[in-house]
């Protein structure tokens, strides 16, 4: 039987991406190895995990669910070894969807496969070319306008992706500047790049 460490695990709706406004139930997995000083989920590394779980334990609790889809998140829940619990997933024809910052190999097998993979690169601690190839759609959370070059080149990389979203960071969403320039540059390179935001904290919801 293979354990983890959980900081959650609840029932709300996809707030980002292409899957925004699914039923979607979370595992937020304890651990990581990035730690973004403006991280909105710092309990998934700082201090102990809230509880331990078994794959089957976490299975079973998706399950009676009931939602469309699993979203594995951390954290970075690549630091754990998933395949037990993705072959459990996909057995019980679960859909599971990883948010992921691309630092660590994505660990799949025929048998054991994500449905989806987010990735959110960090311009700090860039993410493998082999994560970027694997990402279905890229995430960045952009903190100030210069950053937004640098989407370009993680971008240009991600070779499967079907959208690359540009969110402006949580606690400058009122940043007019910031704003502005994120769509003055979606109305220039306009292709995969779509303007983000978590509608989730529109909603109050985790």
């Known amino acids: 039987m293979q354990n983890f460490p959980i900081t959650e695990t609840f029932l709300s709706f996809q707030g980002e991406g292409m899957h925004a406004g699914r039923r979607a139930f979370f595992v937020r997995f304890?651990?990581?190895?990035?730690?973004?000083?403006?991280?909105?989920?710092k309990s998934a590394w700082e201090g102990t995990p809230a509880k331990i779980m078994s794959a089957e334990e976490i299975a079973?609790?998706?399950?009676?669910?009931?939602?469309?889809?699993?979203?594995?998140?951390g954290g970075e829940p690549c630091i754990h070894n998933l395949q037990t619990l993705l072959?459990?997933?996909?057995s019980a024809k679960?859909?599971?969807?990883?948010e992921t910052s691309g630092t660590l190999p994505i660990r799949e097998i025929d048998e054991a496969r994500f449905d989806w993979v987010a990735l959110?690169?960090?311009?700090?601690?860039?993410?493998?070319?082999?994560?970027l190839a694997r990402a279905d759609e890229l995430k960045f959370i952009i903190s100030n306008s210069g950053e937004l070059e640098d989407c370009k080149a993680l971008a240009a990389a991600a070779i499967s992706a079907k959208a690359?979203?540009?969110h402006p960071e949580w606690s400058k969403v009122g940043d007019k500047k910031l704003l502005s320039d994120i769509c003055d540059f979606i109305c220039k390179e306009g292709g995969k790049?779509?303007?983000?935001?978590?509608?989730?904290?529109?909603y109050f919801a985790r």
């Open 164 to 166: 690359f979203w540009l």
């Open 30 to 41: 304890f651990g990581c190895n990035v730690k973004c000083p403006w991280c909105d989920s």
């Open 193 to 202: 790049f779509r303007a983000g935001w978590q509608l989730h904290k529109n």
């Open 94 to 98: 679960i859909k599971a969807h990883l």
């Open 60 to 73: 079973g609790i998706a399950v009676e669910s009931r939602a469309e889809i699993v979203v594995i998140t």
């Open 87 to 90: 072959t459990l997933l996909n």
């Open 120 to 131: 959110s690169p960090k311009f700090f601690a860039p993410p493998l070319k082999e994560s």
